[in-house]
């Protein structure tokens, strides 16, 4: 049991679930059909543009908004039917994370502590802790307002983490942080997963996602785009990569063929020519072999024929303008 | 019961280290010693009647009229609509602590603060005494009563204002004249012979003041009109906290 008092069921072995979460806000879908689970000792990252949907998930499963349709629980406790015992066993970190600026941080985590229940002595060695691990022991005596955005984020972590709680939601956290900040930021998420808590954040910062989640799921309008573990999401996504051809010559003489139907029966698109290089956009699986038969029909003086590498950034760019695509052809 | 506890003891403790509030509790202070100071000196007929100081300062005196409806939506502004403008509505309201304990809480906190204020003017009535006056306490007693069942009111007011958004200025304001509407539309409408008359003199304020509690009635009417009217906007204010979570 963890120090805040409050008993986890033992059925939870899904510690943050959502089940086909919709969000409507009138005409607006916000968040359509998600589903997903973290498990103890899980970090899973979203992903996703401005608007995709990402603070509005986290904020239903914080028990801020309710889901126009779906569930979500939180160890076991649906946030619609048993909100107050969902929010127990939770920490939870919003995007812009604020405490009233005449506050000193002592004065706002003791009281934070007592909101989320916990007695006086497990109150003040929870904060004992909680300000140790995250270097804030220099700071209890500071207003927050005196602070800096580095060290907000601190004590809204240091907020989040002072029950103790066994799911943690993480809006933004390396937000106005610096490379050292960022860096000890991961490192705790990974502790944090080590000790068994399932945490599910969300970012913008491609490396930082890369280095701590264990899962990713890629938002876009509010869908799931895609979703896995980053080994997963790459060797799905090293398929679709596109072709590079570099030639010895004659790339003009080639793009003219291909442009004439060869890229069609190679079941390619044909994307662009740098100089002799040729980069083409496999639409089959057996893209990349048709092509290089045909390149071999034709007697190309290839020096290079290969995939482009993919790094977390392609990937998210690739899922984002797929997703773009088939919404664009959607549109009658 | 420990989260209301916390919050409400938190709530407190905001108002009493807010530099603004003490400005509130000067200017409050000086204007009611110097109606205080005026009346014994000059006033005749409170100098032959002390009772009398209880409409002065209780009733519709000018001082109930100009400060009593303006000053809990002041203090109650901080209450939500200034966490709403910061965005600390959103840490709170998430952290296990329902939504009508966050409203009450907050409620109280600025009632137990207002108390502070009339404590002051109670102080002057215990200095007088001090001195030997022969104070009609029976008098002074219910006048107080009545001038604190109606702060109450104006302070759920204050609380519904200051509810509806992060605006400091529509919270103070629309606190303010939500309370100038509830105590000048039944002087306006009391004579009307229909039903809305019925309606006015039934919800004058003044009268309730004046009439009732400062002349040393406590009528149980106009306690529950208080007391029911401040559940209604206190009520109001957690309706209007909860919306958030409707689903369109």
Not at chain 1, 102 to 128: H, I, M, N, P, S
Not at chain 2, 90 to 99: F, H, Q, V
């Given at each position: 049991?963890?120090?805040?008092?409050?008993?986890?069921?033992?059925?939870?072995?899904?510690?943050?679930?959502?089940?086909?979460?919709?969000?409507?806000?009138?005409?607006?879908?916000?968040?359509?059909?998600?589903?997903?689970?973290?498990?103890?000792?899980?970090?899973?990252?979203?992903?996703?543009?401005?608007?995709?949907?990402?603070?509005?998930?986290?904020?239903?499963?914080?028990?801020?908004?309710?889901?126009?349709?779906?569930?979500?629980?939180?160890?076991?406790?649906?946030?619609?039917?048993?909100?107050?015992?969902?929010?127990?066993?939770?920490?939870?970190?919003?995007?812009?994370?604020?405490?009233?600026?005449?506050?000193?941080?002592?004065?706002?985590?003791?009281?934070?502590?007592?909101?989320?229940?916990?007695?006086?002595?497990?109150?003040?060695?929870?904060?004992?802790?909680?300000?140790?691990?995250?270097g804030l022991q220099e700071r209890l005596r500071q207003p927050f307002g005196a602070l800096s955005k580095g060290f907000r984020q601190r004590v809204g972590l240091a907020d989040a983490l002072l029950a103790d709680p066994p799911a943690l939601l993480l809006d933004e956290p390396f937000g106005g942080l610096d490379p050292l900040q960022r860096q000890d930021?991961?490192?705790?998420?990974?502790?944090?997963?080590?000790?068994?808590?399932?945490?599910?954040?969300?970012?913008?910062?491609?490396?930082?996602?890369?280095?701590?989640?264990?899962?990713?799921?890629?938002?876009?309008?509010?869908r799931?785009?895609?979703?896995?573990?980053?080994?997963?999401?790459?060797?799905?996504?090293?398929?679709?990569?596109?072709?590079?051809?570099?030639?010895?010559?004659?790339?003009?003489?080639?793009e003219a063929a291909l442009q004439e139907g060869g890229a069609a029966a190679c079941r390619c698109a044909l994307l662009s020519r740098r100089g002799q290089e040729l980069w083409l956009r496999p639409e089959a699986e057996d893209a990349a072999r048709r092509l290089f038969r045909w390149l071999a029909g034709r007697d190309a003086a290839v020096l290079e024929f290969g995939r482009a590498p993919v790094g977390l950034e392609e990937m998210f760019r690739h899922v984002i303008e797929s997703g773009e695509r088939a919404a664009a052809e959607t549109v009658p | 019961m420990r989260a209301f506890f916390a919050l409400w003891r938190r709530e407190v403790h905001g108002l009493l280290v807010a530099p603004f509030v003490y400005l509130l509790l000067g200017f409050w202070f000086l204007l009611n010693g110097l109606m205080f100071t005026y009346l014994l000196t000059y006033e005749r007929e409170v100098q032959q009647d002390l009772g009398l100081l209880a409409p002065y300062l209780f009733g519709s005196g000018l001082l109930v009229w100009l400060l009593l409806p303006t000053f809990p939506p002041l203090l109650?502004?901080?209450?939500?609509?200034?966490?709403?403008?910061?965005?600390?509505?959103?840490?709170?309201?998430?952290?296990?602590?329902?939504?009508?304990?966050?409203?009450?809480?907050?409620?109280?906190?600025?009632?137990?603060?207002?108390?502070?204020?009339?404590?002051?003017?109670?102080?002057?009535?215990?200095?007088?005494?001090?001195?030997?006056?022969?104070?009609?306490?029976?008098t002074v007693a219910a006048g107080m009563c009545g001038a604190l069942l109606c702060s109450l009111l104006f302070l759920a007011t204050g609380l519904w204002a200051s509810s509806w958004g992060g605006n400091l200025l529509l919270a103070a304001g629309g606190g303010a004249a939500l309370n100038?509407?509830?105590?000048?539309?039944?002087?306006?409408?009391?004579?009307?012979?229909?039903?809305?008359?019925?309606?006015?003199?039934?919800?004058?304020?003044?009268?309730?003041?004046?009439?009732?509690?400062?002349?040393?009635?406590?009528?149980?009417?106009?306690?529950?009109?208080?007391?029911?009217?401040?559940?209604?906007?206190v009520y109001l204010a957690w309706v209007r906290l909860v919306s958030r979570r409707w689903v369109p």
């Open positions: 049991m963890p120090d805040g008092g409050f008993p986890v069921p033992q059925t939870a072995s899904k510690m943050i679930r959502a089940d086909r979460l919709t969000k409507r806000f009138g005409p607006l879908v916000a968040v359509q059909d998600l589903s997903f689970e973290v498990v103890p000792g899980e970090v899973l990252g979203f992903l996703g543009p401005n608007g995709a949907g990402k603070s509005t998930t986290l904020r239903i499963l914080s028990g801020w908004w309710p889901a126009s349709s779906g569930a979500a629980s939180i160890a076991g406790h649906d946030l619609a039917r048993d909100s107050l015992r969902a929010r127990r066993q939770l920490g939870y970190l919003p995007e812009s994370f604020m405490a009233a600026p005449e506050l000193r941080v002592v004065e706002y985590l003791r009281f934070r502590a007592r909101l989320k229940g916990l007695d006086r002595r497990t109150a003040r060695t929870r904060l004992g802790a909680v300000a140790e691990r995250l930021f991961r490192k705790l998420l990974r502790v944090l997963a080590a000790e068994g808590k399932a945490v599910l954040f969300s970012s913008h910062v491609l490396p930082e996602v890369e280095d701590v989640a264990d899962r990713l799921i890629v938002l876009l309008h509010g799931s785009a895609a979703s896995g573990t980053l080994a997963e999401l790459s060797a799905h996504l090293a398929r679709e990569a596109p072709l590079r051809v570099r030639l010895a010559g004659g790339a003009e003489a080639l | 109650t502004l901080r209450l939500l609509a200034e966490e709403r403008r910061i965005g600390t509505l959103e840490p709170l309201l998430t952290a296990p602590i329902g939504d009508a304990a966050v409203v009450i809480a907050k409620y109280l906190a600025a009632c137990v603060f207002f108390l502070i204020f009339w404590g002051g003017v109670a102080a002057l009535f215990l200095l007088l005494a001090a001195f030997g006056a022969p104070l009609p306490w029976g100038y509407l509830l105590l000048f539309l039944p002087v306006l409408f009391e004579h009307d012979e229909g039903w809305l008359g019925a309606v006015a003199r039934a919800a004058h304020i003044p009268n309730m003041l004046d009439r009732g509690f400062s002349a040393g009635l406590i009528d149980s009417y106009a306690v529950t009109y208080f007391l029911a009217l401040a559940a209604l906007f």
